[in-house]
């Protein structure tokens, strides 16, 4: 059974006053196996933002439904829905979402107070992550005190620190500069190895040629995907920049 299974997803938002509707999704439907990096990229507008939400449960579909190991997302009560995302799900974000009030420490222990975890569980379990992702010498800085790059590793120690089944990242490498960018993704490589589970939207192809898949989504469906497989990080940014050029080009012809 596939970790993650998303069948015929359509979302359609209407606009205030019961206006107009709009259709974010038309059609998704894919499955992740446990252990898989999948990026997804598409154009702005093409509905791969809403599908995210849809599968962080923070949104649901209108039609379809998303099963994280067998368990429907879609049919999760209100009163379940955070103790879902904070024992199953991991999220590293484009602007980190850390606490300035916080230690670096305490940012990373945040998932695990609201879990009830003692202070002795929490410290066995950040030691060993913060030495694999080069913070350990930063834990009583704070967000303010630290470079963009120590913060989304910060942030990715935080999604980490639970052992979640699925992470998610949202465009994880859209503040930050080439190096911390390359030193981000090699960290999610080395975490993959290990047998994590990464879905990631990026509207990079950098980014995505660390992937092991590549979902498009085009117009609220899954235009097009590709397969890493043996191909070297060179070849694989030439297929996706291949790819996205036929995207833009089939969305200018039926726009002209």
Excluded: C, W
């Excluded at 009163?79 to 484009?94: K, P």
């Excluded at 942030?155 to 998610?168: G, V």
């Amino acid at each position: 059974m596939a970790l993650l299974e998303v069948s015929h997803l359509k979302k359609i938002y209407t606009t205030r006053l019961g206006g107009a509707k709009i259709q974010a999704l038309k059609d998704v439907s894919f499955s992740v196996e446990a252990g898989e990096y999948v990026a997804i990229m598409g154009e702005s507008g093409s509905g791969k933002t809403t599908l995210l939400n849809i599968l962080a449960a923070l949104d649901k579909p209108t039609v379809g439904e998303v099963l994280l190991e067998g368990r429907s997302l879609v049919a999760l009560k209100e009163r379940e829905i955070s103790a879902f995302r904070r024992d199953n799900l991991g999220f590293v974000f484009q602007d980190f979402n850390l606490l300035d009030n916080f230690s670096v420490q305490d940012n990373i222990f945040l998932p695990l107070v609201l879990a009830g975890k003692s202070y002795e569980e929490m410290v066995k379990q950040i030691t060993p992550l913060a030495h694999r992702l080069g913070i350990a010498d930063i834990l009583k800085k704070y967000p303010y005190e630290i470079s963009g790059g120590q913060k989304q590793r910060t942030a990715a120690a935080r999604a980490l620190i639970t052992a979640p089944r699925l992470l998610l990242a949202d465009e994880p490498t859209g503040a930050l500069d080439s190096r911390a960018s390359e030193e981000l993704l090699s960290l999610f490589a080395d975490i993959n190895r290990d047998g994590q589970t990464i879905l990631m939207v990026t509207h990079s192809i950098a980014a995505a040629s660390h992937a092991g898949r590549v979902l498009f989504i085009k117009d609220g469906q899954v235009f097009h995907q590709l397969y890493r497989a043996s191909l070297r990080r060179e070849e694989m940014y030439q297929r996706i920049s291949d790819t996205l050029t036929t995207i833009a080009t089939s969305s200018e012809r039926r726009q002209s």
